[in-house]
T-cell receptor
């Protein structure tokens, strides 16, 4: 069975400093992995996705993630945080051979201090 | 482009009442899903469908029923609402096969009192 673990429930950074949100996955085959962002009282927005092409994936708003099979990780990074990045972030794995079900991590809340 | 539309957006129910949440997509997607979101638990899959006339249970199906009579619509029913079903519900859809993107609705906030 596939699963996703987000290693931090809450991350706090200062504006202008780097962001690192950590995600480990478990999968019996090559997974499709996603990062979604949810701003307060809003819906889900796709940041980026990995689908077995390049291991370094670039997304919107300056975010990127690196797929590391040997470490079963898919950490999300951004070089410089903005106040507008404050939100909840979800790491997600797709079970595309089982009806395409998305399995969500528990989420990481990112706070950005001025 | 409407994408995925959920109705209603907000609802307050009394314990024991029933209701149906509607998800409609106009992208001809084969796969559709219902999730619930609760604080600290991410999104959990309730039921899903891989095509018209098909449904399957997800991670937390108890207390819910679904139907997919038309390809574009996926209905989520609560026959006898309980306070534990207070949550935000999201519908999503995608094409079959790998590497397609998922489209999410904007959510339905349900409170059961």
């Amino acid at each position: 069975a596939q699963s996703v673990t987000q290693l931090d429930s809450h991350v706090s950074v200062s504006e202008g400093t780097p962001v690192l949100l950590r995600c480990n996955y478990s999968s019996s085959y090559s997974p499709s992995l996603f990062w979604y962002v949810q701003h307060p009282n809003k819906g889900l927005q796709l940041l980026l996705k990995y689908t077995s092409a390049a291991t370094l994936v670039k997304g919107i708003n300056g975010f990127e993630a690196e797929f590391k099979k040997s470490e079963t990780s898919f950490h999300l990074t951004k070089p410089s945080a903005h106040m507008s990045d404050a939100a909840e972030y979800f790491c997600v794995v797709s079970q595309y051979n089982q009806g395409g079900k998305l399995i969500f991590g528990q989420g990481t809340e990112l706070s950005v201090k001025p | 482009n409407a994408g995925v539309t959920q109705t209603p957006k907000f609802r307050v129910l009394k314990t024991g009442q029933s209701m149906t949440l509607l998800c409609a997509q106009d992208m001809n997607h084969e796969y559709m899903y219902w999730y619930r979101q609760d604080p600290g638990m991410g999104l959990r899959l309730i039921h899903y469908s891989v095509g018209e006339g098909t449904t399957a249970k997800g991670e937390v199906p108890d207390g819910y029923n679904v139907s997919r009579l038309k390809k574009q619509n996926f209905l989520l029913g609560l026959e006898s609402a309980a306070p534990s079903q207070t949550s935000v519900y999201f519908c999503a859809s995608t094409h079959s096969g790998a590497n397609y993107g998922y489209t999410f609705g904007s959510g339905t906030r349900l409170t059961v009192v």
